[in-house]
């Protein structure tokens, strides 16, 4: 499939950029609808996404090339090209995060209340978002004979995008559904997501032929296992804590 989807004034938009578009906007749609659930107000929420969705973008990309540096060293022109991909979801999601605890300290509103409203959000966004890699025929895994297979190059190779995709619609389902029924604190949202999408993701970068490394470390894997202690050992203690 061709990466780009047409061109205006002989620039050319990509797939890849109109999908990350849309996840932001679905995802901003569903955040706004809780925002004003919750009492937070839209307008509070609309402030916060002003600021942290470019940052995220932008600490994203940072951190793929960061792990990549032999490949865009001396090249600032394909360090700004995100067209092509290379987007770390960790390095977004970070970056959100310290946004958050800035965000939530100067407004002096509590930052359990924002993560748990962005959390179906941000997972929901990943799941239209990955479908950005099977464009650009990136984020696959390695030879498979398994009929789901897709061809890249002429091999079919395991389509791990479409495997987190798939389990990052199932955690959204999950969480509209914890939280209409056994939500107890603030919290709890974005600590089940940050443990079910870890744990995925351990096993899905195990596939993965493009994982960013450290020495023989699969970046991701090490992130995401540090990703289900915290949210789990989180989850565990803000519960007993209420008890």
């Known amino acids: 499939m061709d990466p780009i ?10 797939w890849y950029g109109i999908l990350i578009a849309l996840a932001m906007f679905v995802g901003t749609m569903l955040g706004i609808k809780e925002a004003n659930r919750v009492g937070l107000g839209e307008d509070t929420l609309l402030d916060f996404l002003i600021i942290a969705l470019p940052l995220s973008i932008i600490g994203a990309r940072m951190y793929y090339v960061i792990f990549e540096w032999d490949r865009y060293r001396g090249s600032f022109k394909e360090i700004l090209n995100i067209r092509n991909g290379g987007l770390a979801i960790h390095g977004g999601v970070i970056t959100a995060i310290i946004v958050a605890i800035v965000f939530t300290k100067v407004k002096k509103i509590d930052f359990w209340v924002l993560a748990d409203i962005a959390a179906p959000s941000l997972v929901l966004g990943q799941s239209i978002g990955r479908w950005g890699n099977y ?25 791990t995008f ?20 056994h939500q107890k604190i603030p919290g709890e949202l974005f600590l ?4 079910l999408y870890s744990f995925i993701r351990v096993l899905i970068e195990g596939l993965r ?7 023989n470390i699969r970046i991701a894997q090490l992130v ?3 990703g289900i202690f915290i949210g789990v050992a989180l989850f565990i203690y803000k519960r007993k804590k209420q008890l």
């Not at 650009?136 to 002429?154: K, R």
């Not at 995709?165 to 389902?173: D, K, L, M, R």
């Not at 089940?192 to 443990?195: D, E, I, S």
């Open 5 to 14: 989807a047409f061109s205006i004034f002989g620039v050319d938009v990509a």
């Open 135 to 159: 464009i650009n025929q990136e984020a696959h895994g390695g030879p498979t004979d398994l009929p789901w297979g897709i061809m890249v190059e002429g091999v079919k190779v395991h389509p």
């Open 162 to 181: 479409l495997y987190e995709s798939i389990w990052n619609i199932g955690i959204f389902i999950f969480l509209i559904w914890y939280r209409k029924n």
């Open 192 to 195: 089940l997501y940050l443990a």
């Open 209 to 215: 032929t493009d994982s960013l490394m450290l020495g």
């Open 224 to 226: 995401s296992i540090m």
